[in-house]
């Protein structure tokens, strides 16, 4: 059973900064695509970002490109999100998830294996 955990919400201001982190078991080489998505209450889970194992070829949502950024760091097992100028709109749950084996829908809800609890991220005054 592959090990996915998230860490890095909070509440943080319009405008703020913050770092998510998913930390997942062995190494994340391992793996065909890594990304995050969000959640609202009454509303499906969306794709925000995905890293994939081919040279590291990413997919942003068009609301978050040029705000986001995800990277990995292999000796850390880690792939990072780095969330800039925060809007309300951000807010919500982020859960990082887990492709086994890069194919269709490499960033999309339905193409992840694997899940973690999720983090919660408030942008807000």
């Known amino acids: 059973q592959v090990q996915v955990a998230e860490s890095g919400g909070g509440l943080v201001q319009p405008g703020g900064s913050l770092r998510l982190s998913c930390k997942v078991s062995?190494?994340?080489?391992?793996?065909?695509?890594i990304g995050w998505f969000r959640q609202v209450s009454g509303k499906e889970r969306e794709e925000v970002a995905c890293?994939?194992?081919?040279?590291?070829?990413?997919h942003y949502d068009p609301f978050v490109r040029g705000r986001f950024t995800i990277a990995r760091d292999v000796a850390k097992n880690t792939v990072y999100l780095q969330m800039n100028s925060l809007k309300p709109e951000d807010s919500g749950n982020y859960y990082c998830?887990?492709?086994?084996?890069?194919?269709?829908?490499?960033?999309?809800?339905?193409?992840?294996?694997?899940w973690g609890f999720g983090t919660l991220v408030t942008v807000s005054y």
């Open positions: 998830g887990v492709m086994s084996v890069f194919g269709n829908d490499w960033c999309a809800p339905v193409g992840m294996d694997y």
């Open positions: 890293i994939s194992d081919r040279n590291d070829i990413t």
């Open positions: 062995g190494s994340v080489l391992d793996y065909g695509a």
